[in-house]
């Protein structure tokens, strides 16, 4: 099996270790994942408008390269890259007229893209694509002592036209989970928006949003949080931090990216993991269940 | 809501109105005031309006009042109210159009050299880029 690859720029830099072990897992599991040759920035944000093309054009260009590389699917690891570019393809394909204008747009395009060539697939969707059967086999470590908080965030579920799973109650993560043999914790605040780039200007609004998934995720009795999108991964990790220095009776967790998890449980290399990325150090609670 | 607003035919059909409607290009009279979006909003405490008020005072044209308010500055766009709405109606499109419609004035976008520098290189990109897109200074 093979599938075209848009990392985005998140995992060129901050997200490294989302990247490597990434593209290990799927190696274990027998896809070949091939980069795009030349890709843009995605825009991060969805243009909302119903007016603005100039927004849709970098999005579009990447799918034309997707389109260029002869496969069907296109993996968007990050969420927000995922996002955008399933968004992009639903707003031209409602719209013949915006689609034209958007390809007089591109006139270093040799190939015109108009919505049903490539799919933009994320990770997890591609993990069940290959088979839970599959994803079990490649298991070598027991995690039935880990508890694990699946968290969603906002941009695979939401809008439901673009959704993985159900926008209010979705079970994907927790599917693949239960296959690599680790415990499930609901917590209420699974599909609750972390506060995204307002990390930038409005902090406050985060440490509010951090507190509360955290905590439920620790009531509820986590010992991790797992999760897909970059923005959320540092709303949650670094500023946990934060919140700690002014209230010490708040309790830390450990935030692994998805993939991360499954590399371990995998057996592969734990230094591809880089987990000196992380703020909250998720090695002594990995040590203690015999991941590390 | 305390400010007592003067509701007219004129301001209902104001330009501004039909501005955000073309934005946004959501039948905002579809709203029923049902308050699942102000209900549902992970940052509502943070706002000077609730979204459902947003909406009936969009309708009712107020929208200076809308555009002068914190709310369409704290909402992130995580869409919740979007896809609670019994009625089908985009709360998030409708944010997006305030925001547009301050930002396509001659507001200033963000100085990047005004994020404490510590803090703007630790920053993924993505919350740089979609700050940058959709705040003003």
Partial sequence: ?????????????????????ALAVLDRLGVTVQELEDWYCCGVCFSQTSDNLM???????????????GNR??????????NTLKRSIEFIKADEEKLEAIHKFMD???TRFYGNEVEVIDILSLIKQIGLDKLKDAIVKNGEDLKIASYYGCMLLRPKEIAIDSPDDPNIMEEIIT????????FPFRTECCGSYQIVNEPDIIKDRAKKIVSSAIKNGADLIVMLCPLCYYNLDEVQIEIQKKDQSFQTIPVLYFTQLLALLMGIDPDI????????????????KGLL | MT?????????????ALE?????????????????????????????????????RLAQLGFIDDLTGSETPWICAACITCTVKCPRGVDIAKVMEGLRQIVLRSDFEHINIREIDEKLRKKLPQIALIGNFRKTIL
């Avoid at chain 1, 093979?2 to 989302?18: D, E, M, R």
């Avoid at chain 1, 296959?179 to 609901?186: F, G, H, I, L, W």
């Fill in chain 1, 1 to 21: 099996m093979q599938v075209s690859y848009y990392p985005g720029c998140t995992l060129k830099t901050n997200a490294k270790n989302f990247e490597t072990s």
């Fill in chain 1, 55 to 69: 927004q849709q054009i970098a999005p579009i260009r990447t799918l034309v390269k997707a389109k260029e590389s």
């Fill in chain 1, 73 to 82: 699917q296109l993996l968007a690891l990050c969420t927000m890259c995922y």
């Fill in chain 1, 108 to 110: 270093r395009e040799a």
């Fill in chain 1, 179 to 186: 296959a690599a043999s680790c415990e499930n914790v609901y």
């Fill in chain 1, 273 to 288: 993991n880089d987990f000196s990325l992380h703020s909250v150090d998720p090695r002594p609670i990995l040590k203690r």
């Fill in chain 2, 3 to 15: 400010k007592n607003r003067v509701i007219s035919s004129r301001k209902i059909e104001s330009e």
């Fill in chain 2, 19 to 55: 501005q955000l409607e073309e934005i946004s290009g959501v039948n905002i009279y579809a709203c029923y005031q049902c308050g699942n979006c102000s209900a549902s909003c992970p940052a509502v405490e943070f706002m000077d309006i609730p979204p459902h008020q947003v909406i």
